[in-house]
């Protein structure tokens, strides 16, 4: 019996290797045959951004709200107030902004991950509930994965 050589799959086909610069249309490749599998349990994946940019004077973001409507949820990747804009409710009208459109697009809830040193409090405040966390992640701190349903169960 011979085993195959690393980094190639029994059969010849190329497989494993890591990278920090994947060729063009990797994430595409992968993303197409992953919702290809799930299609038939879950119909189509469908992702639409949602987006909130907060602009300074001279109309440069300066931060706002990142986030992906997928699979009836809305998931807020980044969100982030300038200090200055701090204490003002900017971060809570964006949250209000993001809500309301994810019910507009028939999304069930908001899910939303933060570290224990950053934002738990507001979260807790606009009625997120902790779902998972995530020991040390940086070391030395957690990451905390919470979530608030727009419509009941």
Known sequence: ????APGIVPGGVSCIAAS??????????????????SRPVIG???PRLLVI????????????LWGCTCLGWLQ??????????????IGTLLMAEAEA???ARGCLGVQVDTFSFQA???YQKLGFAVFGTL???????????FAKRLIAP
Request: aromatic share 8%; net charge negative.
């Open 44 to 46: 189509p994946a469908q």
């Open 120 to 122: 738990v409090g507001f």
């Open 20 to 37: 920090d610069d994947p060729d063009p249309g990797t994430f595409q490749a992968i993303y197409a045959a992953l919702d290809a599998c």
């Open 1 to 4: 019996m011979t085993s195959a």
């Open 53 to 64: 940019p907060i602009r300074n004077d001279d109309g440069a973001v300066a931060g706002g």
């Open 101 to 103: 459109e994810a019910s």
């Open 76 to 89: 807020v990747q980044m969100l982030f107030v300038p200090e200055p804009l701090r204490g003002r409710g």
């Open 135 to 145: 020991r040390d992640c940086p070391p030395g701190h957690d990451r905390l994965f």
